[in-house]
């Protein structure tokens, strides 16, 4: 939607690029994950290196010489600093982020240990497995997700990632949760197979090449609106549905009305959601009385 929406506004033609440009933007997102990955590996060694400093001080203090070490002890942090799916993919992508930018490791480090989370965490030196991961569960949810430094940074780094942080967010979440100390952690593939991958640019092209097409599938619908009234992410949102309902068997009806609909909530106007799906479930039913909608496989699924 965003790709073709910049087609629009740049007034250009040059569907291979723009075409490079977004798939480029979603394998980025690998390095989001492993960026936001590797921020609990460095906060662990950040705090190894403070306490090791720490010690070794002229006037040291009992505490400082003997430190509660439950922290740089934790067993999920130990996990992921150890994990063979991690090192490689983090190699591989060449993430080497912290290393240049520490200073939002410290920061975030710094608001970790004055927070309640830490000191309840730390009040005890014995610990288990799954008071480790509660831990860090809590602590990436309160305290790493939403640090507004770190959000800057990101968004900095690469403007492509202010959609793509709540979804990387939400994968390191899931796969924090469900983390046991058989050491099951994979980093996740980006695409789940070839025909997903292969989805990206086949909606992408068949919208932008087809745009006259779909749009004069809406264009009578709607009575009361003027066509040139409609807002430009709304036309985008309306081709890419309409699209999906003819040109791919494999994908239900109601997944598409209920996809785009929630890109509409999320991108257009207040009343968007309400207006365009009025105007699918019309289409819908004209499509289907002419016999236009031809659904296979996955994509007979009526719910």
């Known amino acids: 939607m965003q790709s073709i929406y910049a087609l629009h506004q740049k007034s250009s033609d040059d569907i291979e690029k723009e075409e490079k440009f977004l798939l480029h933007s979603i394998d980025s997102i690998q390095d989001l994950y492993l960026i936001m990955m590797s921020s609990l590996i460095e906060i662990r060694k950040k705090e190894v290196v403070f306490l090791d400093a720490s010690s070794k001080k002229h006037l040291v203090t009992p505490e400082e010489k003997n430190p509660n070490k439950k922290f740089v002890n934790n067993a999920i942090l130990l996990l992921l600093e150890e994990n063979n799916s991690l090192s490689i993919a983090l190699e591989k992508r060449k993430i080497t982020n912290w290393s240049m930018n520490d200073d939002y490791i410290l920061i ?25 991961k509660e ?30 942080i709540p979804l990387v967010n939400t994968q390191i979440l899931k796969q924090l949760k469900q983390i046991s100390e058989a050491d099951d952690f994979r980093v996740p593939k980006l695409y789940k197979d070839q025909e997903d991958q292969e989805f990206v640019s086949s909606l992408f092209r068949k919208t932008v090449l087809n745009e006259i097409e779909l749009a004069k599938e809406y264009i009578d619908k709607t009575p009361n609106w003027d066509a040139d009234r409609i807002a ?13 309902f003819l040109k791919f068997p494999s994908i239900p009806v109601k997944v598409t009305i209920n996809e785009y609909l929630e890109i ?4 257009s106007t207040p009343k968007s959601s309400i207006f365009i799906n009025g105007i699918l479930d019309n289409l819908v039913k004209e499509f289907q009385n002419e016999n236009k909608i031809q659904k296979t496989g996955r994509g007979l699924i009526q719910n």
């Not at 710094?110 to 830490?118: A, C, G, M």
């Open 108 to 132: 975030l480090l710094n608001e970790i240990k004055q927070s309640s989370l830490y000191q309840n965490y730390m009040s005890t030196k014995k610990s288990s497995f799954e008071e480790d």
């Open 135 to 164: 831990f860090v569960v809590d602590m990436f949810t309160e305290l790493i997700a939403p640090n507004e430094k770190l959000y800057e940074y990101l968004e900095d780094n690469k403007l492509t990632w202010v959609d793509d």
């Open 232 to 244: 430009e992410i709304d036309t985008i949102i309306l081709k890419m549905a309409i699209c999906e």
């Open 264 to 267: 509409a909530k999320e991108y």
